[in-house]
């Protein structure tokens, strides 16, 4: 134990440790005090969104256009990111990363400070990978529990005002009221036809990775 102790908080591990601890903590609150995990998630669906403002800057001389500005939150969404809410994310990179410069250093008897910090680097990639793992069934788990203890809404069949412009392939937002409470969803159109802010819709049905719903013109 004492060992394990000096290895975790050499000067190598040390900083995988310290946040593995806080981490910990963390959790223990979210537990105990029943802090929102989705507090500091990433609004994946917000690089997708096509709004009016969007529209019109992409026509002023020499603004570059956005259309292929979204390589790094494509990176993120290829290792699962967007499955679970970023503490989690973070809980598995840092756990695993700690894991495995603790095995590194103590199996291959790195003393060397410099050395363990070029292996960092190969740390970080394999610790994505093991996200990549992890994040599917976590996932799964995490919509299972519905932390918050809310009924689920069944939004299909729903009228809904069009908040962001869309269409079949890019993602924008819709906006309904449940309860007196106002909702907004990520959607598509359901079909060919481009939806713009302030038109009526109704919502048809909710893609595979129930990542946002389908909705279509409503047509008194």
């Known amino acids: 134990m004492k060992e394990l102790i000096e ?3 050499s000067p190598v591990n040390a900083f995988f440790s310290i946040m593995s601890i806080i981490l910990l903590l963390y959790w223990i609150l979210v537990i105990l005090v029943g802090i929102d995990p989705d507090l500091f998630s990433i609004d994946f669906d917000s690089s997708d969104l096509e709004t009016d403002f969007d529209h019109y800057t992409n026509d002023v001389p020499g603004r570059p256009e956005n259309s292929d500005g979204n390589g790094f ?6 290792f699962n990111f967007d499955e679970i809410p970023l503490m989690f994310v973070m809980t598995i990179i840092f ?6 410069s603790i095995n590194v250093t103590y199996y291959l008897g790195i003393s060397s400070t410099l050395l363990g910090f070029l292996l960092l680097i ?7 990978f093991v996200v990549k ?7 799964y788990f995490y919509k299972q529990v519905n932390h918050k ?15 962001s412009a869309f269409d079949n392939l890019k993602t924008g937002q819709v906006q309904l ?3 007196g409470d106002p909702i907004r969803l990520s959607a598509r159109s359901n079909t060919y ?14 893609n595979k990775d129930k990542k946002y719903y389908y909705v279509e013109k409503f047509d008194y």
């Open 7 to 9: 290895i975790s908080f």
């Open 177 to 179: 009221s449940v309860n």
């Open 149 to 163: 203890g809310e009924p689920e809404i069944d939004f299909l069949g729903r009228r809904c005002i069009v908040f």
């Open 122 to 128: 190969p740390n970080f990639l394999v610790s994505l």
């Open 95 to 100: 756990f695993s990363m700690w894991f495995i």
């Open 73 to 78: 939150m494509k990176v993120l969404e290829y």
């Open 193 to 206: 036809e481009k939806l713009v802010a302030g038109q009526e819709a109704v919502i048809i049905r909710e």
């Open 133 to 139: 793992i992890f994040s599917k069934p976590l996932s």
